[in-house]
């Protein structure tokens, strides 16, 4: 069975680093996710990905996220100078189109961020 | 904004003993609804999506889930749960746009 991929499982990094989050999607999908959970808090919704572009971004994804599909088949969350609050579980998933936004979302193992 | 409640945070129960995790939102509009599963150490998985027709939803693993409308919940049952259910689920909505807002889970601890 397809499945999202995610690398690494756990990076650790310091506060004022750069750090990218690569995905894998599923082949066929067209959309793609970031979200996160901060130890003890909801999973959050932080930005979408179609044709290349961002389709909605919640207020957490500020100037210092980005986002971008480099090739056919990665999907990267970028965060420039990363703080103590951004460490947290981020998910990546994919989904193929359906117009009503009812299709499912397949996320992936996730990657857990620590900032020191 | 959409936001969604889980009111039981964490549920103790023995094997063969029924399951009620409760779920409401708070939107006015149309809206999906979805229960997602995380076993230990797994990634999150679908267990039923609801989004039009019958509120009665039946999904994998002998799971199924209302739709009220009235009283805006999404509530979450199995007839007879096994030590196998032990994991964490999630009831979240979108509105149309695909953002999935989650709620807080509920961890499901089933004794043998």
């Known amino acids: 069975e397809p499945e999202v991929t995610q690398t690494p499982s756990h990076q650790v990094t310091q506060m004022g680093q750069e750090v990218i989050l690569r995905c894998v999607p599923i082949?066929?999908?067209?959309?793609f996710y970031w979200y996160r959970q901060i130890l003890g808090q909801k999973v959050e919704f932080l930005v979408s990905?179609?044709?290349?572009?961002?389709?909605?971004k919640s207020e957490i994804f500020d100037d210092q996220f980005s986002v971008e599909r480099p090739d056919g088949s990665n999907f990267t969350l970028k965060i420039r100078s990363t703080k103590l609050e951004d460490s947290a579980m981020y998910f990546c998933?994919?989904?193929?189109?359906?117009?009503?936004?009812?299709?499912?979302?397949?996320f992936g193992p996730g990657t857990r961020l620590t900032v020191t | 904004a959409q936001s969604v409640s889980q009111h039981n945070h964490h549920v103790i129960l023995s094997e063969a003993a029924s399951l009620e995790l409760g779920c409401n939102y708070s939107?006015?509009?149309?809206?999906?609804l979805f229960w997602y599963v995380q076993y230990p150490g797994q990634h999150l998985q679908l267990l039923l999506k609801?989004?039009?027709?019958?509120?009665l939803v039946k999904g994998i693993k002998g799971f199924e889930a209302e739709f009220i409308k009235s009283k805006f919940s999404f509530n979450l049952r199995k007839p007879s749960v096994q030590w196998s259910d032990t994991a964490e689920y999630f009831c979240?909505?979108?509105?149309?746009?695909?953002?999935?807002?989650f709620g807080s889970g509920t961890r499901l601890q089933v004794q043998p």
């Open positions: 998933a994919s989904s193929v189109r359906d117009r009503r936004g009812s299709d499912e979302q397949y």
């Open positions: 082949s066929n999908h067209l959309y």
């Open positions: 990905f179609y044709n290349n572009e961002i389709s909605e």
């Open positions: 939107y006015g509009g149309t809206v999906n």
């Open positions: 609801y989004f039009s027709g019958d509120p």
């Open positions: 979240a909505v979108n509105t149309g746009r695909r953002a999935l807002t």
